[in-house]
């Protein structure tokens, strides 16, 4: 072989040991990278782990049972309304004091009272005052008593009744109550099958 083919025939040799070289170094120097190439995912086809704060747990305060921090309030209480007690009784239904005063727009104030009882019967008082500052003309007092009692006499003036409905007005000899003046002795007995109580007192 002349001497310039030898020299072109080693100079291509050299070259391709070189690339040869590179090749090698170049392999064996490379990084896989996971995302690419045809590696499997090992975690491919399973349901992957969702990050925290989400997926199916509830957060704190919601859901069946509350946190500690989230205290469920507790319904309000309702209110209760017991028995009321309706004018002169008492809410266990027995009598209350005997003792009553009714203060009229007119300007008159009066009390009955229930002096005393017994079965079948009872016996009260009434007063009747003039605070109108001129003289009251055939006066009257006027009171709500249980249904079955009655009055059936009275003195120091004159009674009526209708229904629950009671009156005791002026005799017919002293019409007249002055200015100032009271009226303090009038009585009255009747009928009831309980002792009975004396409401809404009204006069004039």
């Known amino acids: 072989m002349p001497p310039t083919g030898r020299i072109a025939s080693l100079l291509g040799l050299l070259v391709l040991g070189a690339a040869l070289t590179f090749v090698a170094v170049s392999c064996a120097t490379r990084t896989y990278d996971p995302t690419h190439g045809p590696a499997h995912d090992p975690a491919h086809g399973r349901a992957h782990p969702l990050p925290p704060g989400h997926g199916a747990a509830l957060p704190p305060g919601h859901g069946a049972t509350p946190s500690a921090g989230h205290a469920t309030a507790a319904p309000a209480a309702s209110a209760t309304m017991g028995a009321i ?45 003039n605070r109108t ?14 249904l079955g009692t009655t009055i059936t ?24 109550l002055a200015a100032g003046a009271t009226v303090s002795d009038i009585g009255f007995v009747g009928t009831a099958t309980v002792p009975p109580t004396f409401t809404e007192i009204t006069c004039g």
Do not use: F
């Not at 500052?133 to 249980?146: A, E, F, K, T, V």
């Open 85 to 129: 007690a309706s004018p002169g009784a008492t809410a266990d239904g027995s009598a209350a004091p005997s003792g009553r005063r009714g203060i009229s727009a007119a300007g008159c104030e009066a009390t009955v009272t229930l002096v005393e009882s017994w079965p079948g019967g009872y016996r009260g008082t009434a007063t009747i005052g």
């Open 133 to 146: 500052g001129r003289p009251m003309r055939d006066w009257y007092i006027q009171w709500i008593m249980p």
């Open 153 to 176: 006499q009275a003195w120091n003036g004159t009674h009526m009744q209708s229904g629950p409905v009671a009156m005791i007005h002026a005799p017919v000899e002293k019409p007249n």
